[in-house]
């Protein structure tokens, strides 16, 4: 099995093979637009424009699970990440990641890669560990997707090779990228 075999929505609600990028590196990732992670926005969007000529794609899943920060409708989101960030990269319709709701890719990419942990020195990390304790005390041991911006790296040949949590330095998920290309 490989992403290939996965049909999402675009922004205007239209079915899309991800079969469409066959032969191209992606990382595909859940954001939001009210997140204190949403400034990635600008790495994400350098890393695009860096690499895009060499076969690499950012596809972006707004969720609205984490903390209600992506309450926009999907034009709304597409017209923050154009007007703040200059995103070019393909934003997908609004999804759910996590529990009965959770599109079928997602679910995939779970299966594939369960969390990694967050970097103990991101300035994030110690927050996140006491929201999501106070929801889960056992969070640490499933696979569910955490927060926004966690990333998977998608190789060419469609197989899930590497999660990034969303406090993981864009240094590294860069470096991770480039092996790929």
């Given amino acids: 099995?490989?992403?290939?075999?996965?049909?999402?929505?675009?922004?205007?609600?239209?079915?899309?093979?991800?079969?469409?990028?066959?032969?191209?590196?992606?990382?595909?990732?859940?954001?939001?637009?009210?997140?204190?992670?949403?400034?990635?926005?600008?790495?994400?969007?350098?890393?695009?424009?860096?690499?895009?000529?060499?076969?690499?794609a950012i596809l972006d899943f707004p969720c609205n699970q984490f903390g209600h920060q992506a309450p926009g409708t999907n034009e709304e989101i597409v017209s923050f990440c154009d007007s703040g960030f200059g995103i070019t990269f393909p934003i997908f319709s609004k999804i759910e990641v996590n529990g009965d709701n959770a599109i079928p890719l997602f679910k995939y990419l779970k299966s594939q890669k369960g969390f990694a942990g967050f970097d103990p020195e991101h300035v994030l990390s110690p927050k996140l560990d006491e929201i999501l304790?106070?929801?889960?005390?056992?969070?640490?041991?499933?696979?569910?997707?955490?927060?926004?911006?966690?990333?998977?790296?998608?190789?060419?040949?469609g197989k899930v090779v590497e999660r990034f949590e969303p406090t993981e330095d864009m240094a590294v998920v860069e470096e991770k990228v480039k092996a790929l290309l």
Avoid: H
């Fill in 1 to 56: 099995m490989s992403v290939y075999e996965f049909k999402v929505l675009d922004v205007q609600g239209n079915e899309v093979s991800l079969e469409e990028y066959a032969g191209k590196v992606l990382l595909i990732i859940n954001s939001a637009t009210q997140c204190g992670f949403t400034p990635q926005y600008d790495e994400l969007q350098d890393l695009y424009e860096k690499y895009a000529g060499e076969g690499f």
């Fill in 133 to 157: 304790t106070g929801i889960d005390p056992d969070y640490n041991n499933n696979a569910e997707i955490k927060w926004n911006f966690t990333k998977f790296l998608i190789d060419r040949e």
